[in-house]
């Protein structure tokens, strides 16, 4: 479903002007129904990563394929597999959450978004503040019109960085909710977050990242083995201290 | 999985666009609220002004200049009318009175200015007492050839209003209404097209829409349509606004007849069409400018630029002295207000409007291409 080689990402570093490489070399993949974490401290290049498996950015080297889309070669095959999250997503605050799922929805190409819209309306429960403009919406109520807005075109794969950062417990917990109902879905999800719980509760295979490097991927068992430690963050720390 | 295609995503993005900005109580404010509340403001100041003066007008005594026979004019220049003699134009006299007997009909004429209120009420005068002139008229005849009186048959009277500010004031809304247009033009698109482009960017939006299935020429597309629709609105609804007034202040004034406009459909139709060649040139170089802006605050700096430097050309365009030349209709916004201004007197040359429509055309695709490619790449939006 996903499926990464070598993916590379150079950058000019704007005080230095020294070029560097935010992304080096990443390999890895992923299947339906699977969750895949990103894991690494910030600086790390988890979201460059993520925005070059979204097209947002076109990596240097390497190739990926999405859903079986190349990702320089059909990017807009790939954007339409694919539904994406961020805590900096903003919504359209003259809209309502009814409006702009429905929006999102025809670019999407969904030729009838109103059931569609309806429909996860009922599902996350936003159906009372549906004709809310969005602006008017607490944290929570937004990041569930964000969700709406990144699946009404039923994609396979859902890609979120760091989805829950700066959230609180309860809509945090919303989003990791999400995120197991998706799986169930049989989507493949793959996210970022520098949150050890979070990974630790989520995700059947972890790739720790730093320094855009890969340090190690594989399940929390395959981990365990690897170094040795039993809890995640003893885990992450031996792989980021090997440096 | 369905591929967006381009026509519904461009239509999307446009009534999304456009439902925002209205949604904006600034960009109500500025294009409704303001030419819907600032003519009629301005046209009921200059009616408590014309009211002002008009009364002064009825408290003077119209000043007549009467010539023919003494014993005709008598009845004319009675109180509170003053005879007296000069200029009619340069407003020593308010009307001349020309009593002709010739044969069996006693021939009147009057001239006067319409847009002077003094000489319309001189006017008035005139036609009030004219069935005494011709009763003293007639009587004379009658003692003349020793008979009585015949019944009263109506003097024929002619009428001469020779206002030079009829074709003063065509003149000056000529002048006048043309670039205001245009002004209207370059301020109305500056809020969209910084709430469209670099709101993306500032409220954190672009991310979503870069990574949505659409393609990114439609979204553009959809995003240019908008602006292009909110700036001909604002147009639309000032020139509206303001020809409401003027009709109005016209009707008030006696009538729309006393604005010697020569209006002719075909010619507004083309001026039309110029006028919408140079809303797209705006919309297309205010959207290349300001597409680089990182804060709705530079987005508004770059935009002001567009403003001030477009203002420059329409001003030359709104200059007495300047006309609709081979030169002058390849002069960006200069020859949209100039084929205007030719329209409104009638003296459009079609040949010179279809040049300055073909270069502003050239230069809109131009202006709308370089937008569109800017506005496409994915780090612009993302800033």
């Known amino acids: 479903m996903i499926d990464v080689q070598g993916l590379t990402k150079r950058y000019v570093h704007p005080s230095t002007r020294e070029p560097f490489e935010a992304v080096s070399g990443l390999t890895f993949s992923a299947e339906p129904g699977q969750v895949f974490g990103l894991l690494g401290p910030n600086g790390a290049g988890k979201t460059t990563t993520l925005r070059m498996l979204s097209t947002l950015i076109s990596p240097d080297e390497g190739r990926a394929t999405i859903a079986g889309h190349d990702l320089q070669g059909d990017p807009a095959g790939v954007r339409s597999s694919i539904g994406y999250l961020s805590t900096t997503t903003g919504l359209y605050d003259r809209l309502t959450a009814r409006e702009l799922i429905a929006y999102f929805g025809r670019l999407q190409g969904v030729e009838d978004p109103r059931p569609r819209t309806e429909a996860l309306l009922d599902r996350l429960d936003i159906r009372r503040f549906a004709d809310v403009p969005c602006g008017n919406l607490s944290t929570g109520m937004k990041q569930k019109v964000s969700i709406a807005r990144a699946i009404v075109h039923d994609p396979p794969i859902l890609i979120l960085d760091e989805p829950t950062t700066g959230l609180d417990v309860l809509v945090a917990q919303t989003f990791l909710e999400f995120i197991e109902e998706a799986r169930s879905d049989g989507r493949c999800v793959i996210f970022s977050t520098h949150i050890m719980s979070e990974a630790e509760r989520l995700c059947d295979r972890i790739a720790v990242v730093h320094q855009g490097r890969l340090r190690a991927v594989g399940t929390l068992e395959e981990l365990r083995t690897q170094t040795g430690e039993h809890y995640l963050e003893r885990i992450f720390i031996s792989l980021v201290d090997g440096t | ?383």
């Open chain 2, 1 to 383: 999985m369905n591929r967006p295609r381009s026509g519904p995503v461009a239509l999307a993005v446009w009534g999304k666009e456009l439902k925002e900005i209205l949604r904006d109580s600034h960009a109500l404010t500025y294009i409704i609220g303001f030419p819907v509340l600032f003519y009629p403001l301005l046209m009921w100041g200059l009616v408590q002004v014309a009211q002002v003066k008009a009364g002064h007008a009825r408290t003077e005594s119209p000043r007549l200049e009467v010539s023919g026979p003494a014993t005709l004019s008598q009845p004319l220049i009675g109180a509170p009318a003053i005879t007296t003699s000069g200029s009619l134009t340069a407003g020593e006299v308010d009307a001349q009175v020309a009593l002709r007997p010739e044969g069996d009909r006693l021939g009147v004429e009057v001239r006067y200015q319409s847009t002077r209120a003094r000489s319309e009420r001189a006017r008035e005068l005139v036609t009030q007492r004219l069935g005494e002139v011709e009763r003293v008229w007639l009587t004379e005849r009658a003692a003349a050839a020793g008979r009585p009186p015949p019944p009263m048959d109506p003097a024929p009277l002619s009428e001469e209003n020779v206002d030079p500010a009829r074709r003063m004031l065509a003149y000056i809304v000529s002048l006048a209404l043309p670039g205001m247009l245009h002004l209207v033009m370059l301020l109305a698109a500056l809020y969209p097209t910084v709430d469209v482009v670099v709101g993306e960017r500032v409220r954190g939006t672009a991310e979503t829409l870069l990574v949505s299935g659409a393609p990114r020429s439609p979204v553009v597309l959809g995003k240019l349509l908008a602006v292009l629709s909110l700036t001909l609105g604002a147009v639309v609804a000032n020139a509206g606004a303001m020809g409401a007034t003027l009709a109005h202040l016209l009707i008030l004034q006696g009538g729309a007849g006393s604005l010697d406009l020569g209006l002719s459909p075909g010619a507004l139709a083309l001026a039309g069409l110029v006028c919408l060649g140079a809303t797209g040139l705006v919309v297309g170089v205010m959207t290349l400018v300001v597409t680089p802006a990182r804060s709705f605050k530079e987005g508004q700096g770059a935009g002001n630029l567009v403003v001030t430097a477009g203002a420059v050309l329409v001003v030359v365009g709104m200059l007495p002295l300047t006309e609709l030349t081979p030169v002058t209709a390849f002069v960006p916004l200069a020859n949209s207000v100039l084929v205007l201004r030719s329209a409104l007197i009638g003296e459009l040359a079609p040949g010179l409007a279809w040049l300055a429509l073909a270069e502003l055309l050239a230069l809109t695709w131009l202006a709308l291409r370089l937008a569109g490619r800017t506005l496409s790449r994915p780090d612009t939006l993302l800033g």
